[in-house]
């Protein structure tokens, strides 16, 4: 197993704890923001934890991106594109929205709005990164395994 493989496994299993604690976070922001209760050490961890594997998740998606991709100048087809672009963008703008989100949070003066930040940015970074994944079941992903 090469280094590109290894980082590729790598990459395909840290998407599961992140999803993990994305939807943990998410759970906990808006039970929080619903129910008016206050933000449990746990919680925040929780959240913190989220940001540390984007971030992680990132890195090594690059890694493999300057490994696998030299240059921009072959674009041969649907593949190509969603790899160099779509995949890439995409998951780029879900992570500064993770970012972003816990970073506002953390400034937000009342429990409620902090919970409000981090159920929303979370949110939207959700729904982008299960978009941006290569499902084994969806055309970009057909052939490859779940991990």
């Known amino acids: 197993m090469g280094i590109a493989s290894f980082l590729i496994f790598l990459h395909s299993l840290l998407r599961y704890g992140l999803l993990l604690f994305l939807v943990g976070s998410l759970f906990f922001a808006w039970r929080g923001y ?4 206050p933000i449990l050490v746990g919680e925040r961890m929780a959240t913190i934890i989220a940001v540390v594997l984007a971030h992680v998740q990132l890195l090594v998606g690059l890694i493999i991106y300057m490994l696998r991709y ?11 594109r969603f790899w160099k672009f779509e995949h890439l963008g995409t998951m780029l703008v879900a992570i500064i929205l993770i970012t972003l989100g816990r970073a506002l949070a953390k400034r937000a ?9 981090v159920g929303v940015f979370f949110l939207i970074a959700l729904v982008l990164i299960l978009w941006a994944i290569p499902w084994p079941h969806t055309e970009l992903g057909h052939g490859r395994e779940w991990i």
Do not use: A, P, V
Request: proline share 0%; charged share 45%; hydrophobic share 30%.
């Open 109 to 117: 003066k009342e429990e409620r709005r902090k919970q409000f930040l």
């Open 70 to 80: 030299k240059s921009f100048d072959r674009m041969s087809g649907i593949h190509e």
């Open 34 to 37: 619903l129910l008016q209760r």
